[in-house]
């Protein structure tokens, strides 16, 4: 059996997506923040960290989004998520995949929460405008990736599509979000659109705006 223990609109959307594309059965565990549910006992078993997202998959149990959508991929070679092994297409998915998870969403956490990195409310005005230029410029080389291709990997869609998703709808709020550059605009509306995507929206529970 597998269980995805998640939280709505977090990094667990990626798995989440990835699982609805497969089609194979799951359980969605919904954890509550409020409730501290990821701090009790029995998911710290599972998690150490106390964040989700955590796959369980029989005796395995993962966490680490991008490590779980790596798994995903692997494990259901016939949904055709990921390239084939040791092509230059495998590799291009490595990269962005890495890419997404290693720089720009590490560079997210800078955004939102500058508290746990400088004291003050200057400094961490400041540092959150530092961050928030840094995303820009990473979220510009994203557009022109996507210049003139549907989805980032020639190939087709991938689990690079449903992660870059997901870290472009923590934008929506910003100053300048992902969705007013030219071509992450209509690709993540091409995104929205597919089946997996809608339901992950509805069984997290979440409304318009979508990204
Ligand atoms: N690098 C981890 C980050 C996981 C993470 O920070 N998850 C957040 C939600 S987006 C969380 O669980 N936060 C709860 C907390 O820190 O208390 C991953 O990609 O899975």
């Known amino acids: 059996m597998t269980t995805l223990y998640a939280m709505p609109s977090t990094a667990a959307m990626a798995p989440h997506i990835l699982l609805r594309e497969i089609g194979a059965p799951f359980d969605l565990v919904l954890l509550d923040r409020d409730k501290a549910e990821h701090k009790r006992a029995d998911y710290l078993a599972l998690n150490p960290h106390g964040r989700v997202p955590t796959l369980v998959d029989g005796d395995l149990v993962l966490y680490e989004a991008a ?4 798994h995903l991929a692997d494990a259901h070679p016939e949904a055709r998520l990921a390239p084939a092994v040791g092509t230059p297409e495998r590799a291009a998915f490595y990269k962005w995949l890495v890419y997404l998870t290693n720089s720009v969403q590490a560079d997210m956490l800078l955004y939102f929460y500058p508290e746990r990195y400088v004291e003050g409310a200057d400094a961490q005005a400041a540092f959150r405008r530092v961050a928030e230029a840094r995303l820009n410029d990473q979220f510009d080389g994203l557009d022109r990736a996507l210049d003139g291709r549907e989805w980032m990997l020639d190939g087709g869609y991938s689990a690079v599509d449903p992660y870059l998703f997901m870290l472009c709808r923590w ?3 910003m100053r300048r979000p992902a969705r007013s550059l ?3 605009g209509p690709y993540l509306a091409r995104v929205l659109e597919r089946p997996a995507v809608k339901a992950v929206f509805a069984a997290e529970g ?6």
């Not at 979440?206 to 990204?211: D, H, I, R, S, V």
């Open 171 to 173: 934008t929506r709020f």
């Open 67 to 70: 490590a779980i959508c790596l």
């Open 182 to 184: 030219p071509n992450l």
């Open 206 to 211: 979440l409304a318009a705006p979508y990204f």
